[in-house]
């Protein structure tokens, strides 16, 4: 089987949660097998579970032998932005300076995770992204046995955010993601990030949906009183349209019944 056509295998890693989805390559190509299972003693401090579940998973004929493209949920990674220099930098110096603003963000617990840094021109600010140490190697090996070769490894908000972009004002506007737990939200100032949140919720969904209101009437008291698009799991999508929250709800008009939420993003994100 030619590369250009081998079979790709979304994976949705989750403190919580691991969800898979297969669609064999080709124009217009369908899922054809998907499931989501629920990881027993799963937390955002350790990946470890997660990783078991999915080798567990992976045992099964459906998901080998393909192309993985892996989404890493947002309480395993961490967003900064970072300033221009009055002075260019190299690459090196550039990392330097990313780590550097993490760390001052973040403490110290963030100083040996692995680092990419968007390639913004000079001048401008950039944003970084932390992915905890050996978590790509963990994976890989977790891929290997089941002849799955890992072809993309992003962060949540970022395969979100280019889900949607483009219904997205390109200033003065919030792109929030929720997920189990977790809150992650972007400002958007000519298209591009100068804000970043994120903050960890209770699994009490009329708690998160009011701490979420209440993080749009902070951000409109500092002076942001652009429009706030949330993308969300169905389930709480339904819960805020009852309960009245004033927020703009993006809802993919394709998006198929047998497609677990985040798979559905990747899905569109790589179409």
């Known amino acids: 089987m030619s ?62 032998d393909a192309a993985a493209r892996v989404v890493i949920a947002d309480p395993w990674a961490r967003y900064c932005i970072v300033p221009p220099t009055a002075t260019p930098l190299d690459a090196e110096g550039r990392r330097a300076q990313a780590r550097y603003v993490l760390e001052d963000a973040y403490g110290e617990g963030v100083s040996e995770w692995n680092v990419v840094l968007e390639d913004a021109p000079p001048g401008r600010i950039s944003v970084a992204c932390a992915m905890a140490e050996g978590l790509e190697s963990a994976l890989i090996a977790a891929l290997s046995p089941a002849r799955l070769k890992l072809v993309s490894m992003q962060p949540q908000l970022v395969v979100a955010f280019n889900a949607w972009r483009r219904r997205l004002p390109r200033d003065d506007a919030w792109f929030i993601a929720l997920e189990d737990g977790w809150l992650s939200a972007v400002h958007l100032a000519d298209g591009a990030w100068d804000r970043i949140h994120a903050a960890r919720l209770s699994g009490e969904p009329r708690v998160e949906l009011e701490r979420l209101q209440a993080f749009g009437s902070l951000t409109r008291a500092a002076g942001c009183v652009g429009r706030m698009f949330v993308e969300a799991p169905p389930w709480m999508r339904e819960r805020a349209k009852r309960t009245g929250v004033g927020l703009e709800w993006l809802e993919a008009e394709d998006a198929g019944d047998a497609q677990a939420h985040e798979l559905a993003l990747l899905m569109r994100a790589n179409a």
């Open 3 to 64: 590369p250009l056509w081998r079979d790709e295998v979304a994976i949705y890693l989750a403190p919580r949660k691991v969800a898979l989805a297969r669609r064999p390559r080709g124009l217009k190509a369908r899922v054809s097998a998907a499931t989501e299972v629920a990881v027993a003693g799963g937390g955002a401090g350790d990946c470890g579970p997660a990783l078991a579940r999915l080798a567990e998973l992976l045992l099964e004929p459906t998901w080998q």
